[in-house]
Structures are given as structure tokens and as C-alpha cells.
């Protein structure tokens, strides 16, 4: 079962629509002790990053997620607090997975935000099994997670290359929306709900 961390960061209705059409059974996470309830583990968000970060700090959940030893999905901005540092609001995030989040540079003639439909480059993850690599997710982002081959799982290019995934240990991070990425989107929140603990 997975609960979903409600702090106040953006719209979960996707997510939890994504989750009741695939029958996967969720609650929400509001105290440290819900946490206990549910087997993995989602932290959504969308918006500003260290705003979330402020509003996760005020739910006292930080240190409880951090000691979590069962499967944790950060998705978008929620992957975004698992790194060190965001450049968004230059905040400090929850230094789960020791690397940055920077903003994208239009002076390589790209369109900020990074919006719509991009190719990854997976990793052999169980996070992504029965996903044909090259497959298009969807994205709405400004920030990114810069490259770093030891917490990367899936790559994709959007002025130079960025981690569409990372993993650390039991945390993963998205920075696509699944929830919002037809097929292959339900697929990888379907294998993430049958992670082993």
C-alpha cells in the first residue's frame, strides 16, 4: 500500500487517479506516525522547490523520511528534495542523494520551462523493467538534477544531458510525471509499487 506525503505541494489528484486505475491502494501520509501504515512510500510535488522544502520542514516529516528503509518515490519536485541543494529559492534540500539542482541555461537556445514529451535512456532498473528504453515521458520542469553516473538510472537531454532518474539506496527520483505519461507512466508506478522492502 502506498501513502502519498500531503504537504501542501502541488495537486495530487493525477497521482491518485493514476494509482485508483491501476488498483494500487493508497492513503495519505500527514504525521510521522502514518508513516508507519504503508508499505512504499510517494512524495508528489510541483511548483518551487524550496517552498516545498519549507513546507516539508513544517510537517516535521524530514527526519522521519530520511530514516526510512522501506521504497521511496520522490516525483518531480519531489525528487528534486531528495538532492543536496536546489538552485530554485537556493535552498538546501534533504541531501538524500549528494547532487544539485540547477536551472536550465537559455543561453543554449532552449525554452524554459522543459515542457511536454522527451526521450530517456534507462538504466537496467527494476524500476523501469518492461519500459523499452528511448520511451517518452512527460515533463514540466525548469530546474533540473545535474548527471552523476552513480545515482543515475534514466538520462535525458534538454540542452545537455540531465537525470530523468535517480537512485539511492531504497529513495528514487523521477522527474517526469508518470502519473501523466500514458502506458509506460502507469508501468513504472506499478513496478515501484512492487519494489521489495
Known amino acids: 500500500m502506498i501513502g502519498i506525503v500531503n504537504y501542501g505541494a502541488g495537486n495530487i489528484f493525477s497521482l491518485t487517479s493514476a494509482l485508483e486505475r491501476l488498483n494500487i491502494p493508497f492513503g495519505m501520509v500527514n504525521t510521522e506516525a502514518d508513516l508507519d501504515k504503508y508499505t512504499h512510500i510517494i512524495i508528489p510535488g510541483v511548483g518551487h522547490a524550496g517552498a516545498a522544502m519549507g513546507k516539508l520542514e513544517q510537517t516535521g516529516l524530514v527526519a522521519p523520511i530520511k530514516a526510512l528503509k522501506k521504497p521511496v518515490l520522490g516525483i518531480c519536485v519531489g525528487m528534486q528534495l531528495l538532492t543536496e541543494h536546489s538552485e530554485e529559492g537556493n535552498a538546501d534540500m534533504m541531501n538524500i542523494v549528494p547532487v544539485k539542482t540547477r536551472l536550465f541555461d537559455k543561453n543554449q537556445g532552449i525554452k524554459i520551462p522543459h515542457m511536454g514529451w522527451n526521450n530517456i535512456d534507462h538504466k537496467n532498473n527494476?524500476?523501469?523493467?518492461?519500459?523499452?528504453?528511448l520511451t517518452q515521458f512527460y515533463f514540466v520542469h525548469s530546474y533540473f538534477i545535474e548527471y552523476n553516473p552513480t545515482f543515475?538510472?534514466?538520462?535525458?537531454?534538454?540542452?545537455?544531458?540531465?537525470?530523468?532518474?535517480?537512485?539511492?539506496?531504497?529513495?528514487?527520483g523521477v522527474?517526469?510525471?508518470?502519473?501523466k505519461s500514458g502506458i509506460a507512466g502507469e508501468r513504472l508506478l506499478k513496478n515501484f509499487s512492487n519494489l521489495k522492502q
Do not use: M, R
Open 175 to 179: 522527474q517526469f510525471h508518470p502519473e
Open 152 to 172: 543515475d538510472i534514466a538520462t535525458a537531454n534538454y540542452g545537455k544531458p540531465f537525470s530523468a532518474a535517480v537512485q539511492k539506496d531504497n529513495f528514487y
Open 126 to 133: 527494476s524500476l523501469f523493467e518492461g519500459v523499452e528504453n
